[in-house]
């Protein structure tokens, strides 16, 4: 693990106008980890990452990027920081193939003249050294599953060689073998070195292939678990707010019924 965070975030506050979305919200992901963010709806999630990825200049605080701080006021900043996002939407081209959606807006050329050979070569490389198992990069992206346009997305992220790549819900509206290839897919990334932030909202996602669990609650931090040492109550403590909720509950009535 590095002595410095890939990125760390020093009391960052957003507002929108009288709305104060994020207060004094501290956050370090480090190279070689998965960092899951997650907190109820209108906890922050989103406003947060797009602080990170250029989309929202925050308003008070301290981005620091391997231990200097840095100004991501749009982002250009943040990709050439070497941050990559992957949104819900996925972004991806439905009439195109996975090549061309892959190298779009940074197509390969040779002279004035596409590159077409290259950038399948580079494609199909950069799709076996993370195992996504698709029919062939020259199929539409209209004709791949769920969970195929979602590594894809994700495999497009890392066309830029990034440092950072966050992840917004990858598994939402996912199958169970979807979601299985998508979290595989997540773990090769920390394997190949990458910091990784992963939103969810699926708890056995986050415990399956998070290191740490940051929470948010109402804009501000409440918490962040090592996944080895916490449990799924603690985290659900800390997203509600309560000590007692369903969750514990029937933990309690499971617990008792044992004895």
């Known amino acids: 693990m590095s002595a410095a ?33 997650v907190g109820d ?33 749009r982002p250009q900043d943040a990709q050439h920081l070497g941050v990559a996002t992957v949104y819900q939407d ?7 193939d996975v090549v061309a959606n892959l190298f779009l807006g940074r197509e390969a050329t040779r002279g004035k003249v596409l590159d077409e050979v290259a950038m399948e070569k580079r494609a199909q490389e950069l799709l076996d050294s993370l195992s996504i198992r698709i029919p062939s990069v020259r199929i539409p992206i209209a004709s791949l599953s769920g969970g195929q346009r979602q590594v894809v997305a994700i495999a497009r992220a890392l066309v830029g060689d990034p440092k950072l790549v966050i992840l917004d819900e990858p598994t939402a509206a996912l199958g169970v073998e979807q979601t299985a290839q998508v979290l595989d ?75």
Do not use: Y
């Open 41 to 73: 709806n209108g906890a922050g999630k989103s406003t947060l990452v797009k602080t990170i990825a250029g989309v929202h200049p925050i308003d008070d605080g301290t981005l620091e990027w391997e231990g200097r701080p840095v100004t991501v006021a």
């Open 5 to 37: 965070p890939v990125l760390a975030l020093r009391g960052i506050s957003k507002r929108f106008g009288a709305v104060q979305a994020l207060t004094d919200v501290d956050l370090e992901v480090r190279a070689g980890s998965v960092l899951a963010l």
């Open 90 to 96: 996925l972004a991806l081209c439905d009439n195109l």
């Open 185 to 259: 897919l997540v773990e090769r990334l920390r394997e190949r070195g990458l910091a990784v932030i992963l939103i969810s909202h699926n708890m056995a996602d986050v415990l399956a292939v998070a290191d740490q669990v940051a929470v948010l609650r109402l804009g501000r931090n409440n918490g962040v678990f090592d996944v080895a040492d916490t449990s799924h109550e603690e985290i659900i403590s800390a997203i509600t707010g309560a000590t007692e909720n369903a969750v514990t509950r029937r933990k309690a009535r499971t617990t008792e019924a044992a004895q």
